[in-house]
């Protein structure tokens, strides 16, 4: 069982950086895949970053590719995500979420068996 608690979402203008932060309870966390996801209201959850348990691979959305990046402390049972030159379509509840390793469906919400409560990030024009 992993409990994921997300953290860093605001307020932002458009151009503007927001880091977030993904704790992880429990002592498996360097065992999962972690992944970010967003949702808008009346909108599918949709992938934003994912990274390997061992942090060797990332994978990214085109949407956000060069402008987030996605890491991940093992140590401290923390991922996060960086995110620069915010737009307002990035305005969402950012997720973060836990699964297995995978090489083909890091992009799919079904891959990931743990998920946080989100956290609210607008971007303002």
């Known amino acids: 069982q992993v409990q994921l608690v997300e953290s860093g979402g605001g307020l932002v203008q458009a151009g503007g950086s927001l880091r977030l932060s993904c704790a992880a309870s429990g002592r498996t966390f360097s065992r999962y895949l972690m992944g970010w996801f967003r949702q808008v209201p009346g909108k599918e959850r949709e992938f934003v970053a994912g990274?390997?348990?061992?942090?060797?691979?990332?994978f990214y959305a085109d949407s956000v590719k060069g402008r987030f990046t996605i890491s991940r402390d093992n140590a401290k049972n923390t991922v996060f995500l960086q995110m620069n030159s915010l737009k307002p379509e990035d305005t969402a509840v950012y997720y973060c979420?836990?699964?297995?390793?995978?090489?083909?469906?890091?992009?799919?919400?079904?891959?990931?068996?743990?998920w946080g409560q989100g956290t609210q990030v607008t971007v303002s024009s």
């Open positions: 990274i390997w348990s061992s942090g060797a691979r990332t």
């Open positions: 979420a836990a699964g297995a390793d995978t090489y083909r469906d890091y992009y799919e919400s079904s891959t990931y068996l743990y």
